[in-house]
């Protein structure tokens, strides 16, 4: 079955970095598009970025740009989310999810069919 299994998350002051790791199995990596959500609580899950299957193209959401960065390996089948100048607005359980097939670009929920457990990221100030 597939599984998504997010890493890296942790309790860092603001100001510092930290760097998510998703690993995936059961699905062919290399064809899906992926992306990162964050979800804080009592609030919506976000979009946070995607990127293609080949890495070639990558969207941000406003509130991370110039901030954090996602990568992917196909041959390790691991997508990574850098995390840099981290505030405490940026707490939340982050998760991984492989797009369903719909536009690489989407930043709806439902557009995404599998999903890891999530990672939580807490940033003190």
């Known amino acids: 079955q597939v599984q998504l299994v997010e890493s890296g998350g942790g309790l860092v002051q603001a100001g510092g970095s930290l760097r998510l790791s998703c690993a995936a199995s059961?699905?062919?990596?290399?064809?899906?598009?992926m992306g990162w959500f964050r979800q804080a609580p009592g609030k919506e899950r976000e979009f946070v970025g995607t990127i293609t299957w080949t890495g070639g193209n990558i969207k941000y959401a406003d509130s991370v740009k110039g901030r954090f960065t996602i990568s992917r390996d196909n041959a390790k089948n691991t997508m990574y989310l850098q995390m840099n100048s981290l505030k405490p607005d940026d707490t939340a359980v982050y998760y991984c999810?492989?797009?369903?097939?719909?536009?690489?670009?989407?930043?709806?929920?439902?557009?995404?069919?599998?999903w890891g457990q999530g990672t939580q990221v807490t940033v003190s100030s």
């Open positions: 999810a492989a797009n369903g097939g719909g536009s690489w670009s989407s930043e709806r929920v439902y557009d995404y069919a599998y």
């Open positions: 059961g699905l062919a990596f290399s064809s899906y598009a």
